[in-house]
């Protein structure tokens, strides 16, 4: 139940970027099929390369970037086909399925970056370039969430910071700027199609100019949206997690690296940073839920049934703590009736905090459906707490996870490339004999 890492958040997203950009690709499919690879239980098909290669040349076209060579092309698009495959066998190991809405929602995305406004008009303009165009790339999307989701297990499970860590980098210079500092940040959005590039243009001219409207003017044209705000002074924890540990790691006039973003892309530039005293006083719920996921032996449709008549015995003053104890599959909090203890904003997903502020205390919320499944929720209580201390630690650990995270992940996918039996069918495909 807890939120995602922050590494997730910049990552979660590049999938609907660069299918958006690709999907001309999953045009290209041929009548022909051989097996140019096989990848511990699955095999590669010819049809399978000529769509990588298609997306690899279409990526770099689009970035004006030069194509290589037709073999070195070819190779690197067989390569990235086995790492991506070999990862596919570990989602099949770990049966991670990514749940419909955040499917549906990373699909749309798709669609409206493409132009457009629903799924069904989408799925109607790609199936017009070929038969089955939509469910090829429904399909590689649903692919890529389940890997992103493997990934984050995997390699935040690898990622170990100690007490003494965060103590420690508290005491750096950057750990000292986290405790309490005020930031002056301008903030820039850029949305559309494209929008990466652009948004390295916007970055090289933000690092000269503190004009953001001339920076909108020069940037919005037609696909593109650029929108750029100055924040004034911010005490840091007033800043989304996920955008503050980038203005932490900041020098006065420096800008971030751009961000990617459900929303678009997100660059910061600080201006000035001060002390500041001000306190993290937050609102904690004191909260227990039940959850009923599906499974092998649960179907969804039977999920949500069970889901409605928990919530029907509950509306009839059955004891929520019992129901729970018997009946919902989040042990952790099933073995104490169902309690989660004080509840902070940012610890749980979006769908069971916006539920948790809008339930009034005492009452029972309708079901409502998260990642992780079905849940209702009851609030017990509510209080004002200050948080300073651990909210420093929580994003001195935050940050500390993400420096480890690119090279956990990069060691982790060298293990399974290495681990996984592969064999290439075509000799010149195989980067150790050319």
Partial sequence: MKTKQLKQFFKATTLALCLSAAIPSFAVAQTKDEVVAVVDNSVILRSDLEQGIAEISHQLEKQNKTVPPQQILQQQALEQLILRQAQLEQVKRYNIRPDEKALNDAVLKVARDSGSSSLEAFQQKLDAIAPNTYASLRNRIAEDLAINRLRQQVVTSRIKVSDQDVENFLKTPQGQALLGSQVHVQHVR???ENAAQVASKVKADLVNTTDLKALEKKHSKDGIKVEAADMGYRNISAIPDELASRVTTLQP???SEPIEARDGIHILKLIDRKA???KAIVSQYQTRHILIQPSEVVTPENAKQMIDSLHSRLKNGEDFAVLASTFSNDPGSARDGGSLGWVSPGVMVPEFEERMKNTPVGQISEPFQSQFGWHILQVTDTRQ????????ERMARQLLGERQFDTELDSWLREIR???FVEI???SLDRKKN
């Fill in 385 to 392: 707490q200050d948080m300073t201390q651990e909210y420093q």
């Fill in 425 to 427: 069918k075509d000799p």
């Fill in 190 to 192: 850029v949305s559309g």
């Fill in 418 to 420: 290495n681990n996984a």
């Fill in 253 to 255: 006039g420096q800008t």
């Fill in 276 to 278: 500041g005293d001000q």
